[in-house]
């Protein structure tokens, strides 16, 4: 069995010169590397807030185009309808907007309090379709109240969404259409703004795990420093001060100041190279940090993740195909669904050091080498 396929599209290719694209087909790879760049940036994260109050304020104007037009309605009921949405819905749209953002609004349950004064009052004089309006009060609801009570004013109010609609003179047959129509609109808010929310919280986490990762390499740099040139340093302090004395003192010999000098002399080249040896170094990536990253953003995903060293400790820096092998092997678990456990485990060889990353059943092996800077092999 075959698939009915479209013929093939023509190359874009211009006949005076074989390779060249034409501006329709450059302009299209442009904005198609233009998008891309937008959706991996952070404009999504903070346009979806806004897609959520759109969404938000579609329905309730939905409701009083209904109001004004539906069977049983007139100018009157249209106008009491559009009188108290223009009262609620900015207090709807303030609690989605919090809400979307992964925060609670100020004195919110005060305004779902005139919320729900406001569209309840209105039942009786907005129509047979102004139960509609249960639906924003029940993401409100949803939104705003602690778990319980807002579990139970949400069926509350899409149960009796239909009951009201019929004592207010809506055919029997249309009740069922307004409750699945409350239960969908309501829904499909609450959908965008979870969706909001799980955005930033992940775009909050991520600027946290950055930050930590930056303390961390700061942390491991100043105590590097430490350990090696500042006792470099205080041995050049040293050799200065006996040289200084000698200098002061009538008694001092010659020979005794001279090699005091030379000494100190070589103490200051070995500093000096050691100096560099350390810049390059920090220049290039390093092994930990990269396994506290990878550790740290496995945790953060849910994945119970354990680190194990040799004691012996790893060498600082990390060649870039290991590198992109580690960082490829930990995007592929975040990916995974099902994923409950992994251990990373590294251990020293003669030529390096193995990291095996095992995830539930599943072992993958990365030989990791240190990069090794051009100018260190050099005579």
């Keep these: 069995m075959t698939l009915p396929l479209s013929p093939a599209r023509p190359p874009l290719v ?6 060249r694209l034409t501006w329709s087909a450059r302009a299209r790879g442009r904005g198609a590397v233009r998008l891309a760049a937008f959706w991996r940036s952070g404009h999504v994260v903070r346009l979806a807030p806004v897609g959520a109050v759109a969404c938000s304020g579609l329905l309730p104007l939905l409701q009083v185009a209904l109001a004004f037009s539906y069977l049983g309605n007139d100018i009157r009921t249209g106008l009491w309808s559009l009188a108290a949405t223009v009262v609620y819905l900015p207090l709807h749209l303030r609690h989605v907007w919090y809400a979307g953002h992964a925060t609670r609004p100020l004195f919110g349950h005060w305004t779902f309090a005139a919320m729900a004064v406001v569209i309840l009052a209105v039942t009786p004089l907005a129509g047979n379709m102004w139960p509609r309006a249960y639906a924003s009060l029940a993401v409100s609801a949803v939104l705003v109240l602690p778990g319980p009570w807002a579990f139970v004013a949400y069926l509350s ?16 047959n249309a009740a069922p259409w307004l409750t699945l129509s409350a239960l969908c609109g309501s829904g499909a808010v609450l959908l965008l703004v979870w969706l909001s929310a799980a955005l930033v919280r992940l775009q909050s ?6 930050q930590r990762a930056v303390a961390q390499e700061r942390r491991r740099m100043d105590d590097d420093l430490h350990r090696t040139l500042g006792t470099a340093l205080e041995s050049l302090a040293a050799r200065g001060a006996r040289a200084a004395d000698l200098l002061r003192s009538p008694l001092g010999k010659q020979d005794d100041l001279v090699a005091e000098l030379a000494g100190l002399a070589d103490d200051s080249r070995r500093a000096l190279a050691e100096a560099r040896q350390r810049v390059r170094g920090y220049r290039q990536p390093s092994l930990r940090a990269e396994l ?16 194990r060293l040799p004691r012996t400790g790893i060498p600082d820096t990390i060649a870039p195909q290991p590198r992109a092998a580690l960082r490829a092997t930990v995007t592929r678990l975040l990916r995974t669904d099902g994923v409950s456990a992994c251990t990373i485990t590294a251990t020293v060889l003669t030529s390096g050091v193995r990291l095996d990353v095992r995830a539930d059943d599943t072992t993958e092996t990365i030989d990791v080498q240190p990069h090794i800077h051009t100018s260190e092999l050099r005579p």
């Design 14 to 19: 211009v006949a005076a010169r074989a390779g």
């Design 157 to 172: 109010l899409v149960i009796t969404a239909a009951p009201a609609s019929l004592l207010l003179g809506l055919p029997w």
């Design 205 to 210: 986490t991520r600027e946290v795990l950055a």
């Design 292 to 307: 506290d990253t990878a550790a740290t953003l496995l945790s953060a995903a849910g994945i119970e993740t354990r680190l």
